[in-house]
């Protein structure tokens, strides 16, 4: 397994997105230039190989009550690997909501494999 600075900086990228638990276009703010402002369709197969390696789950955002009844939101279920190349395609996936609302958006999470991979 690679230690994350032996990582491309792009896989690093999406591995702290996952880490956080960031809705999907929250990555471009740590990718590089061009990659940061470039179209989805480059970054779809960045997602793909770490889903393929077991390392991050791609997910909803789904609501989330609290045991104080507070509200908020949390990773849904992981999204079948055969649905992702529709849904990564989509460039709406890959921008912030206009309502400000994260429900629904893609997030992607660290798997426990991911999670073994020393930050």
Do not use: K
């Amino acid at each position: 397994m690679n230690a994350p600075d032996e990582l491309p900086s792009v896989e690093r990228a999406f591995m702290l997105n996952a880490m956080e638990i960031d809705i999907l276009p929250g990555v471009r703010g740590d990718l590089e230039e061009p990659l940061s402002s470039g179209p989805s369709a480059e970054l779809t197969p960045v997602v793909l190989s770490l889903v393929d390696r077991g390392w991050v789950e791609v997910c909803r955002v789904i609501p989330w009550t609290a045991p104080d009844g507070s509200t908020g939101f949390q990773p849904g279920a992981p999204i079948a690997r055969g649905d992702l190349p529709v849904l990564l395609a989509d460039d709406d996936n890959w921008e912030y909501p206009d309502s400000g609302e994260w429900i629904g958006c893609l997030t992607l999470t660290l798997t426990e494999e991911g999670r073994q991979i020393p930050w």
